[in-house]
């Protein structure tokens, strides 16, 4: 890796401190049911658990199974109003309440994500944008994104390979989504796993971030030194994460758990079979110095620091707010050359 690359990404030094940012004590939420939701939510829209059911037709029309921080099944919903959205089942079943020690412990936990999910407004985040509230179950409705997730642009032979400016500007685009989640919300209380799964495209292959979740509905515990600590943790592990998934970008392999991706791209001598481990759906069409760049980010990325332990841990090279700002740099530069030579 060049000189060139460490000094804009580590400030002139061989590990990069994160930002320092001044910290100021969230606005608390209040957090008894009756407090935490009165009337609608601004630009969140209630809906009825029959709508909900008569959108995804009976719950018929399932894109995921499961999982994810909201815990239920994902369904594509065409509301009678025209709004295609997904709508995702959220922990609020009968279940849920008992090991939450009660009903109203789980409504008021759900209203608090409701008003925190509400707040999120970026481009490269998917959007809340409504909830329903049943006897047996609550729903969160979210934009739907029409090509799915940026895993299935990648890796399924019957798509169209998305071309190399579009990988370039996801890897942007969801560096800036980790910026805003991590750096710029408050209270600092949300996490999402960066994988190609839980990247998802819109109908222009814009990338947006989804399964946001709430890391925790006591918000009196975000301003303690400890969560803080639990804060600065889990944005360097982030760095790792982002590392693997801009390799999965530009090779079209899938990370796996093996970690050789993230062998390779460590050796001393990557840099010589770079070009070999282009995603050969390009075609062989991408820029050069475009490759190198992030390769090298990718490099930083998942490079494990002494002290830092496994994973991207503490040791993280570089931070995410200095990875948007060079790779936007770069873009920038490039699309001014390129317009310098048409003129």
Known sequence: MGDCLRRRLCLGGTRTSLPSLPYQPPQLLPTRSSEAFSGDLPFVRRFTPREIEAATKG????????????????????????????????????????????????????YLELQLLARLNHRHVVRLRGFAEGHRARFLVFDHMENRSLKECLHDPLRTPLDWRTRLQVAIDIA?????????????????????????MDANFVAKLSNVGVVSDDLKRATT???????????????FQYGVLVL???????????????????EPG??????????????GVYDARELRDLVNVARLCTRHEPGGGGGGGDGAAVSIPRIVRYLQGKVERLGGEARSRCG
């Open 176 to 200: 800036a989504a980790l910026e805003y989640l991590y750096y710029f919300c408050d209270p600092l209380v949300f996490h999402v796993s960066v994988d190609s799964g839980n990247v998802l």
């Open 248 to 266: 999965e970008l530009v090779t079209g392999q899938s990370p796996g758990g093996d970690g050789e991706l993230v062998r390779w791209v460590q």
């Open 270 to 283: 990557f840099a010589g079979s770079m070009h070999r481990m282009v995603d050969a759906d390009l075609g």
């Open 59 to 110: 719950f018929t029309a399932v894109l995921e199974a499961g999982g994810g921080p909201h815990g239920g099944a994902a369904y594509r919903a065409r509301f009678a109003g025209g709004l295609v959205a997904t709508v995702r089942r959220a922990a609020g079943s009968r279940d849920d309440h008992r090991q939450q020690g009660g009903a109203g412990n789980g409504k008021a936990a759900f």
């Open 225 to 239: 030194e400890s969560f803080q600590d639990q804060v600065e943790q889990r944005r360097a592990g982030l760095v």
